[in-house]
């Protein structure tokens, strides 16, 4: 039997385990408090239905399970923004809203950052059940990137940088 090779529910999580596990928890914690805010803003009813789906079943349930591993390691949870009102968009003055297709941006580039942050929480991982639970939070996060990435490109709010077409004649 070498080190660390029974039941992973059972061994200690080491400090960069701690560490990332904790820093995600604390992301997706304003992940949440953001989009709940954007959601105000948001007109398009397919980009509200999206937002939404990822909140409640992508990113709070992750938050439920990184607390419950934290909490069973007798670590501190960081804070939890309190939840943010509905308000009517027609509220908000035209100058001061955030538009359907930067909210959408913002949303495509936060999922990036989150499969990022997935996939440096399972490459310092020693403990194969975190690993494990953090390839299933890439897996969705995967998935809800290529809806968005698939709405931006049907509302027609994706912006491709300029072509590089090699015009040489080599």
Not at 72 to 84: A, F, I, K, N, T
Not at 125 to 130: S, T, V
Request: hydrophobic letters at 40%; proline letters at 8%; charged letters at 25%.
């Amino acid at each position: 039997m070498g080190i660390l090779s029974g039941n992973p529910k059972n061994e200690p999580m080491h400090y960069g385990e701690v560490y990332l596990t904790w820093m995600h928890l604390s992301a997706a914690k304003a992940f949440v408090a953001g989009y709940e805010t954007l959601l105000n803003h948001t007109g398009d009813s397919d980009l509200k239905e999206l937002i939404k789906d990822v909140l409640e079943n992508g990113t709070k349930p992750e938050i439920k399970q990184i607390e419950v591993l934290l909490k069973d390691h007798g670590v501190g949870l960081p804070p939890s923004p309190p939840e943010r009102p509905e308000a009517c968009i027609e509220n908000i003055p035209p100058g001061a809203r955030f538009l359907d297709p930067e909210i959408g941006m913002k949303l495509g580039m936060d999922l990036g950052a989150g499969l990022v942050s997935c996939s440096a929480v399972m490459a310092e991982c020693l403990r194969e059940d975190i690993a494990l639970m953090y390839g299933q939070f890439h897996m969705k996060t995967t998935q809800y990137a290529a809806r968005t990435l698939r709405l931006l490109k049907d509302k027609g709010w994706l912006v491709p940088p300029p072509l590089h077409i090699d015009q040489s004649d080599c």
